[in-house]
């Protein structure tokens, strides 16, 4: 499943990487094209390396123990991060991690998928919310995505036979991966739902 999910993974509209959390190090196992459009490294250079080689001065240490937290956990996490192109200009990275159970039970395989928010959000950034966003959460949120992904990989495009049906294939994972995309930038309002009285506007 992990070698399907990597051939395809080219296609996807959003920058995809691969880690196993458990390896000394934290190696990156594969980053798609996107991932060389969003910080000017070629997959090469990241490949083989803990992916913190994107963080910088401006990077919260707290982010990093919160994700390290999650990866001990075997959790899903969500966070927003200071993070450096090649040239070393910085950009607002919003990252998603997830474990891939279904691929793997009992592995550490980790899908990463990276937002660069810097146009909408700038560099300000306040990780109190996206903490509070929990592993049920992220999961309930997007398992049904992985799901259908994972079944399209596995059954439609094995099955597809003609360029028309393989382009068919793609178009379904870009929908499903545009759904994941706006939970990724709306994580927020989840935990801010928590706090949500419905009742409140009414009683002034
Ligand atoms: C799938 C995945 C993708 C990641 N992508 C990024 C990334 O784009 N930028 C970043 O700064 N850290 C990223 N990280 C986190 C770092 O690789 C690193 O694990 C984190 O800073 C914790 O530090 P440590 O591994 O040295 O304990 C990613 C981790 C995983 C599992």
Not at 18 to 38: H, M, S
């Amino acid at each position: 499943m992990l070698e399907k999910l990597i051939k395809f993974a080219e296609y996807f509209p959003y920058c995809v990487t691969i880690v196993d959390v458990k390896q000394t190090g934290r190696p990156c196992l594969y980053a798609n094209k996107k991932f060389f459009e969003n910080t000017g490294y070629h997959p090469q250079e990241a490949i083989g390396r803990n992916l913190a080689f994107l963080q910088g001065e401006a990077t919260q240490e707290e982010s990093r123990n919160f994700m390290r937290k999650a990866f001990r956990d075997g959790a899903a996490c969500i966070q927003d991060l200071i993070n450096y192109k090649k040239d070393g200009t910085p950009f607002l990275n919003r990252l998603l991690m997830v474990p891939l159970e279904q691929a793997n039970r009992g592995t550490h395989i980790y899908i990463g998928i990276q937002n660069d928010v810097t146009e909408s959000r700038g560099f300000e950034h306040d990780n109190t919310l996206l903490s509070k966003v929990t592993d049920g959460e992220i999961k309930h949120h997007i398992n049904n995505a992985l799901t259908i992904i994972f079944f399209t990989l596995e059954s439609n495009l094995r099955k597809a036979k003609s360029p028309e049906e393989i382009q068919h294939s793609i178009l379904l994972l870009t929908q499903t991966f545009s759904r994941i995309n706006e939970f990724i930038l709306n994580a927020e309002n989840i935990s801010e739902l928590d706090n949500f009285d419905p009742s409140s506007p009414m009683k002034n």
